[in-house]
């Protein structure tokens, strides 16, 4: 049976808003905003959203590269915010990052091989016959060759330079690797290459992927299942076929009326967004969607509506859906504002 490999729990982060001399906090930015989900093992959980939506702040605190405000986050039964910096430091080993912009996460005066080999001497590989072995190999693993490692960065394509990214996070054999837009900044046809590439690797080396882009065509065919944000919540999440045939929460059917469809005879609902997302130092009331959302009703300007599971695997917080188990507003999950 799978099991959860990480597992999240009313995770939050508020960013205080200061004003003033003094640094007087005056307000605060949730940037994510009480959020659970899991990830079994072996698994791809897509996060998409808008830039601002909290996608790549949850990614950075499974890390722990941002300490949440609130919240638990499980690593193979381990919580990890608990843990002590040289704990956490072990545990980065097993849990790696592959970054958006690949050269800006290079450092460009170090050659191919110091750069992947810092996360071995940083975990205890001393041997330098060991580190340049191994260099090598995952070299080999992710399309590149043996004469690569005396080059820097500069040398490289911007699909290649995310190959060494993805080399790097993969050499310490982690179980867990969240890629934050790991490809939206590569050209289309590139783009495909780096996925097929991840997709092979998660078979070969059993690697569970979290999986964050703003664009849901690029999720699709990596994810198993995909989460959905907007304001720093999950509006939606289910199993990825699922989610794509049938869209339940109107921002998802709006970010898939964005996607192109091949097939031409396909008649999609489309649902176009109002407006901007808001600022989210003063989010709007109620379902912080509504005032984007063409399906407003008036308890959407009071009331949250809950993450509820209205079928097998598929979860949307939207009052649109009132035959939930739990869909009871005056509970703590759908306040009444
Ligand atoms: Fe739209 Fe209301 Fe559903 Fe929010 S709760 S998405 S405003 S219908």
Redesign the pocket.
């Known amino acids: 049976m799978t099991k959860p490999l990480l597992k999240v729990e009313n995770l939050k982060k508020y960013f205080p808003i200061k004003k003033g001399v003094l640094g007087r906090v005056a307000g605060q930015v949730k940037a994510v905003d009480d959020i659970s989900f899991y990830v079994n093992e072996g698994e791809t959980l897509g996060i998409v959203g808008e830039s601002g939506c909290g996608k790549s702040t949850t990614g950075r605190m499974l890390l722990r590269l941002l300490e949440p405000t609130e919240g638990t986050v499980e690593f193979d039964g381990k919580d990890i915010t608990k843990l002590s910096a040289e704990e956490m430091r072990k545990t980065r080993r097993d849990i790696q990052m592959v970054f958006q912009d690949p050269y800006a996460s290079l450092n460009p005066r170090h050659t191919i091989e110091k750069i992947l080999g810092e996360p071995l001497l940083v975990h205890g590989i001393k041997s330098a016959k060991e580190r340049n072995a191994k260099i090598r190999e995952f070299l080999e693993v992710v399309g590149l060759s043996d004469f690569h490692a005396k080059r820097y960065p500069h040398q490289f394509s911007g699909g290649q330079r995310q190959r060494i990214g993805i080399a790097r996070a993969l050499m310490t054999n982690p179980k867990l690797i969240i890629a934050d837009e790991p490809v939206s900044a590569l050209d289309v046809s590139i783009q495909a290459q780096v996925l097929n590439l991840m997709q092979d690797l998660q078979t070969e080396f059993n690697l569970t992927y979290i999986f964050i882009a703003h664009d849901l065509g690029v999720v699709r065919h990596i994810s198993d299942r995909v989460g959905v944000m907007y304001l720093g919540k999950i509006?939606e999440v289910s199993e990825s076929e699922d989610l794509y045939a049938n869209p339940l929460?109107?921002?998802t059917q709006a970010l898939l009326s964005a996607v192109p469809v091949p097939d031409p005879d396909y008649i999609k609902q489309e649902v176009f967004l109002e407006g901007d997302i808001p600022n989210p130092a003063d989010p709007p009331t109620?379902?912080?969607?509504?005032t984007r959302?063409?399906?407003?009703?008036d308890?959407?300007?009071r009331a949250i509506?809950k993450l509820i599971e209205v079928e097998k695997g598929h979860s949307v917080?939207?009052?649109?859906?009132p035959d939930g188990t739990d869909n009871d507003i005056k509970t703590d999950g759908g306040v009444i504002q």
């Open positions: 509006v929460h109107p921002y109620g379902c912080t969607f509504h959302c063409p399906f407003k009703m308890i959407c300007t509506p917080a939207c009052h649109l859906y």
